[in-house]
């Protein structure tokens, strides 16, 4: 309580202009007092239009009246410094580098706490306080402290600019509207703010619509990521696991081989041991029967050779084979070559499963669709040169312009024979496959009554032949906008979709191979929409045409670069 009535008696006893205990205190004819030296100086300043009022009521006076000291004032002021009164604020109410000050403190001014759009100035708390409470300024309009409100005067009028010139897209005031505007589309700047307000909260809202849209898409992303390292985690872990069970497969191979090898070595050389210890017993037995035979022949006395000749036992047969010296001897040398065509063919699967696998991780795609383009200078960016490929080209159809031209002729071209090329329908293929995003276009002269077939195909379409399975846009290989002399029709297994749009002598192709997107476009100074197929690709693309039987009708792929 004892700190309200101090501040009572701050505000009672200081001026409101300089906002410090009063000096030399005057009071005016409306009642309120400042210091002399204040006043003097504000009525100063506007002494130039004529005229003097109180800074705190607004009330004016003429002519100029004359300031009389208001000594009870002055004594009262002065008996209460002697208290210690102090009426200074703290520093932190005063302006500094980047605050908007109060226009009416003279010496050190105050924040301004808010701007006036029809007095262009602005106030601390202290001199807003007559905004606040006479009923004429409490119309005016307050905003948040500016620095910038001499920009609403007009320069050539000094007037507050409250018009806006629609023409000229400036603010201006009345007397300009009346003048150097005056045939121009003209209105209050308040009615403009509030055009211009609906615009905003429009554009507002479609901010607000883009960011909850993309915000759903970063949580989609979001899920993507999750499912993408969650994905990947399980390959790897899976691949590791199948390439673990291979590598146990291999050792355990190499291990039977291994044992197979050493069971075989045990017993082909149990048997060699077998037949060398008979063959060295039969050594022994023969050395034995040759010393017999030795002493026997050694006798000198004959009717004792005769005598024990007959008692000599036989020869017993030979326990090797003639064929064990001149037979080939075979050991396991032929079992490092089989190993070793095992590792080639190995080899050759894990080559062949690695670039398979390449290409099915590089194919992996979860990025949102991409928007598709709108402009040709869109379109463009992803613009694809096309060539033709003469392998298949039907034997009807004339190849010019580097092979990006292609027309019907009477007469037969004497192609050679190729398995590639189309045998009865004039049609033909694209050098390069098609994939990813691409877009090109087609100039088609028809003639009088010439019709022409932009098409994309698998490459596995059927060649030979006159069934449909060979006919551009008449089977699912295969898709065709036909675009005769006064209509458009899509071809797709046979399916017949008329198109509506005006013909164009040149035809706009776009495809998204990833997104499954193929769209036909009518090319002049706009890019129009003809047909678009959503759908899902399973191999690359070639871009095709047909060239119906009339002579002299062309086709021609266009450089865009």
């Known amino acids: 309580m004892a700190q309200r009535e101090f501040q009572l008696e701050q505000e009672t006893f200081c001026c409101s202009i300089c906002l410090d205990l009063l000096k030399d205190p005057v009071t005016t004819g409306c009642g309120h007092s400042y210091c002399k030296s204040c006043i003097n100086t504000h009525w100063d300043n506007g002494e130039e239009r004529g005229s003097y009022s109180c800074p705190q009521c607004g009330q004016t006076f003429t002519p100029r009246p004359v300031?009389?000291?208001?000594?009870?004032?002055?004594?009262?002021?002065?008996?209460?410094?002697?208290?210690?009164?102090?009426?200074?604020?703290?520093?932190?109410?005063?302006?500094?580098?980047?605050?908007?000050?109060?226009?009416?403190?003279?010496?050190?001014?105050?924040?301004?706490?808010?701007?006036?759009?029809?007095?262009?100035?602005?106030?601390?708390?202290?001199?807003?306080?007559?905004?606040?409470?006479?009923?004429?300024?409490?119309?005016?309009?307050?905003?948040?402290?500016?620095?910038?409100?001499?920009?609403?005067?007009?320069?050539r009028h000094d007037e507050v600019m409250k018009m806006f010139c629609r023409t000229d897209q400036q603010c201006i005031c009345y007397l300009c509207s009346v003048e150097e505007h005056k045939d121009h589309d003209t209105v209050l700047a308040a009615a403009e703010r509030t055009e211009r307000q609906r615009e905003l909260g429009l554009r507002r809202q479609t901010i607000q619509q883009r960011v909850q849209d993309t915000e759903k898409d970063v949580k989609l992303l979001q899920q993507e990521e999750k499912a993408i390292n969650g994905s990947a985690d399980k390959a790897v872990e899976d691949s590791e696991e199948i390439f673990t069970e291979l590598i146990h497969l291999l050792k355990k191979r190499s291990s039977d081989v291994k044992q197979q090898i050493r069971s075989q070595q045990e017993t082909e050389v149990s048997r060699v041991r077998e037949l060398q210890?008979?063959?060295?017993?039969e050594i022994t037995e023969l050395k034995r029967k040759d010393q017999e035979l030795k002493q026997l022949s050694d006798t000198e006395d004959h009717s004792q050779f005769l005598h024990n000749y007959p008692s000599l036992s036989p020869l017993s047969g030979s326990t090797h084979s003639s064929s064990f010296r001149i037979r080939p001897l075979r050991y396991f040398e032929d079992v490092s070559p089989a190993v070793s065509q095992v590792r080639g063919r190995l080899q050759d699967i894990l080559s062949e499963t690695e670039t398979q696998i390449l290409q099915i991780v590089s194919q992996v795609d979860v990025l949102l669709p991409q928007p598709e383009p709108e402009t040709r200078a869109d379109f463009l960016r992803y613009s694809q040169e096309i060539t033709l490929d003469p392998n298949t080209a039907n034997k009807y159809l004339f190849l010019s312009e580097g092979n990006r031209k292609v027309r019907y002729m009477r007469e037969d071209q004497s192609y050679s024979n190729h398995p590639d090329r189309f045998t009865y329908w004039p049609q033909i293929l694209s050098r390069e496959s098609l994939t990813g995003r691409c877009y090109w276009e087609v100039e088609v002269e028809r003639g009088m009554i010439g019709r022409v077939g932009v098409a994309v195909t698998y490459k596995n379409i059927s060649r030979a032949g006159h069934s449909d399975e060979c006919e551009f846009g008449f089977?699912?290989?295969?898709?065709?906008?036909?675009?005769?002399?006064?209509?458009?029709?899509?071809?797709?297994n046979s399916i017949k979709t008329r198109v509506s749009g005006p013909v164009s002598s040149r035809v706009g192709v776009y495809l998204d191979h990833r997104a499954g997107v193929l769209s036909f476009y009518r090319v002049s100074d706009t890019m129009t929409l003809l047909h678009r197929v959503q759908t899902i690709f399973t191999q690359p693309l070639y871009a095709g045409v047909r060239v119906y039987y009339h002579s002299g009708c062309t086709a021609e792929f266009c450089k865009l670069k």
Not at 76 to 86: F, H, N, P, R, Y
Not at 277 to 281: I, P, S, T, V
Request: charged share 25%; net charge positive; glycine share 4%.
């Open 277 to 281: 210890e008979r063959l060295e017993q």
């Open 67 to 155: 300031l009389v000291k208001n000594t009870m004032l002055a004594d009262l002021v002065e008996e209460l410094k002697k208290t210690g009164l102090q009426a200074a604020p703290a520093d932190h109410y005063y302006a500094g580098p980047g605050d908007v000050a109060c226009d009416v403190c003279t010496g050190r001014k105050l924040k301004a706490l808010k701007s006036c759009l029809i007095c262009l100035a602005s106030y601390c708390e202290k001199h807003l306080q007559p905004h606040l409470q006479s009923a004429p300024l409490k119309k005016h309009k307050l905003v948040e402290p500016s620095e910038k409100l001499q920009e609403n005067i007009c320069s």
């Open 475 to 492: 089977n699912n290989k295969s898709w065709m906008l036909y675009c005769g002399r006064n209509r458009y029709i899509f071809y797709n």
